[in-house]
């Protein structure tokens, strides 16, 4: 066996996960291994639903704009349709992913950015290169085997799949990002609750001009209920926009029981025939996959120097479109702790917090995830289709809600009902923003505990409180104009305050650690013409917030204090783990 490569973080997968963190790491000057088994990135479009917060982040981290540029645009996404085939009859819609006016209003006050569809085949290139462009170094066709830990650091053995030999990487810490059966888990013993393998679900990628039956209602995703809709899969047929509107993909339940059909291009080409209902439009299958939908969840995301995030840690269905979304906020949530660990400015205290923060988001989110499934079925009872029945009977009853009858015309109000409630699933602004931090790296200000005005799930609810993410409130610098969030990240913390808040910048410039400072006021280096970081802030403008590298909020004091910095080195004390 060759001489150990060595490196400061060796990441095991080049997923959605792994490329974050090597694109944060790279981003902060830490250097980085990036490994994965296969030849390529992702060569099928898999996760794409890609919320406010990751755009948040991936704008910090000097990508939004190469997003953007591939992404299919918000207004493109949101007319959610409920049908019998795209050709077939439509049931009705939902105004989807902050396309209804009034969720959009909430989207356009809760951030800078907006969310979009990018498809995970057109994200990780962009994650990866820009990652290394800026220090990693990537290996494809290196294969992890196994690793072993001492107090220093973690010595992993990989494959050179090209070559067949074996070798060793050295690195202080692993980061395992290998997804949905991540042996990094496995050997790590990250405790695991909930079930694999719930139900069965086929991916089929196809090329169609479906502009006839889509452009006029333009959605990612159109839901299907057919003959067979129920077996598995995750509630209903559906057909997804990759790339409007010629690019697709078909999900497809079959009964994991009885284990996955034969995928073949005669298979496929019948299942999106029976979706599309239309035999004479020219298709092309381009490929077709089984997999299972999974419940579980990690309840620790980390053991000793191994780190997962992303699939590895939590397993659940696209619903609500939260699997790349949770994933790169694991990655982003870790990369500045192991920056500031391997730097010596914090103790390895901090990396504890990893899990405190981010294993309540991951159960949450499988949980979400999960439940969506079961909320489609409402829609289905409505039509009496859950059942045992033949086809002509699915169709009747569906034709039954255009009769002028009292019976129809609740089946019609049932099925209006039904469609409606899946804004759970489609319009989960909170489920997106409302992430509360609980840990050693969150100072509590001792305010009474939180309460949620609205459905903490459907609403965003902004917040000041350590332990949230800062409010968005647009700013103005000389001519420019810019979030509260682009003041903070960057990798540093950040002290915002006001006109009489001089002790705390004070404060912060003494302080060992880098702290950006950030004073809003009239005549400042920030105003606040609108007036809205003044309510947002929840702080006298004498008050100070302190701010985490990842735009989460770690210290709060509403008012001026004579002994800021005291007060300001406590908490940094607190937590970077030297307390």
């Not at 294993?359 to 289905?380: C, D, H, L, W």
């Not at 003041?487 to 910048?505: A, N």
């Not at 013409?529 to 309510?535: C, I, L, M, S």
Request: charge should be negative.
């Amino acid at each position: 066996m060759s001489t150990a490569v060595e490196t400061d973080v060796l990441i095991v997968g080049s997923g959605p996960a792994g490329a974050s963190a090597a694109l944060a790491l790279s981003t902060y000057g830490v250097s980085n291994i990036v490994v994965t088994r296969y030849a390529s990135l992702a060569d099928t479009p898999r996760a794409h639903i890609t919320n406010q917060r990751t755009m948040e982040v991936l704008r910090d981290l000097g990508v939004e704009q190469d997003v953007i540029a591939q992404a299919t645009p918000q207004h493109l996404m949101g007319n959610t349709t409920f049908c019998t085939s795209l050709a077939g009859e439509e049931l009705g819609r939902v105004r989807s992913w902050g396309n209804d006016p009034l969720v959009q209003a909430a989207h356009e006050l809760a951030s800078p950015t907006r969310m979009c569809d990018m498809p995970q085949h057109l994200m990780e290139p962009v994650l990866v290169d820009a990652a290394v462009a800026r220090g990693t170094s990537l290996r494809f066709e290196t294969e992890y085997l196994s690793h072993v830990q001492d107090a220093d650091g973690v010595t992993a053995t990989v494959r050179d799949r090209l070559r067949g030999d074996t070798y060793e990487i050295r690195a202080k810490y692993l980061i395992g990002a290998d997804g949905g059966r991540s042996r990094v888990a496995e050997d790590a013993g990250l405790p695991m609750s909930g079930q694999m393998g719930v139900a069965g679900s086929i991916n089929i990628v196809f090329e169609a001009d479906l502009a006839r039956y889509t452009a006029h209602r333009p959605s990612t995703l159109y839901w299907v209920l057919a003959p067979g809709a129920t077996v598995g899969g995750i509630g209903a047929g559906l057909v997804r926009c990759v790339r409007p509107w010629n690019e697709w993909l078909i999900v497809w339940g079959y009964d994991v029981t009885a284990g996955a059909p034969d995928l073949t291009t005669e298979y496929a080409e019948s299942v999106v025939r029976q979706l599309v209902g239309d035999d004479e439009i020219p298709v092309t299958i381009k490929s077709s996959s089984a997999w299972t939908v999974n419940e579980m969840y990690a309840e620790a995301y980390s053991h000793g120097r191994v780190f997962c995030a992303g699939d590895a840690t939590h397993r659940h269905p696209p619903s609500n479109g939260l699997g790349s979304n949770t994933s790169i906020q694991d990655s982003y949530n870790l990369a500045w702790k192991l920056k500031l660990v391997l730097d010596g400015t914090a103790s390895p205290k901090l990396l504890d917090t990893y899990t405190a923060e981010r294993a309540p988001v991951g159960k949450q989110v499988v949980t979400r995830a999960n439940r969506s499934i079961g909320e489609t079925a409402p829609i289905f009872e409505a039509l009496d289709g859950l059942s045992p029945q033949t086809p002509e009977q699915l169709w009747a009853n569906i034709a039954a809600r255009k009769d002028a009858t009292e019976a129809a015309e609740k089946q019609r109000a049932a099925l209006r009902e039904a469609i409606a409630f899946k804004v759970y699933e489609f319009n989960a602004h909170g489920v997106d923003l409302n992430q509360r931090y609980t840990s050693d790296a969150v100072v509590p200000d001792g305010t009474p505990a939180e309460t949620f005005a609205r459905d903490p799930e459907l609403h965003h609810q902004p917040t000041s409180r350590p332990g949230a993410r800062v409010p968005h409130a647009w700013l103005t610098s000389g001519t420019r104009t810019l979030s509260t969030l682009d003041t903070v990240g960057k990798g540093r913390f950040t002290l915002l305050t006001g006109i009489g808040g001089e002790g705390w910048i004070r404060a912060a410039e003494a302080q060992d650690v880098e702290i950006a400072t950030v004073v809003v006021g009239p005549g400042q280096q920030y105003e606040d013409p609108y007036g809205d970081w003044a309510r947002l802030s929840e702080i006298s403008d004498a008050g100070a917030l302190l701010v985490r590298p990842d735009g989460f909020v770690a210290f709060r004091h509403a008012t001026a204090a004579p002994d800021a910095e005291a007060l300001l080195s406590d908490a940094l004390r607190r937590i970077l783990g030297h307390a």
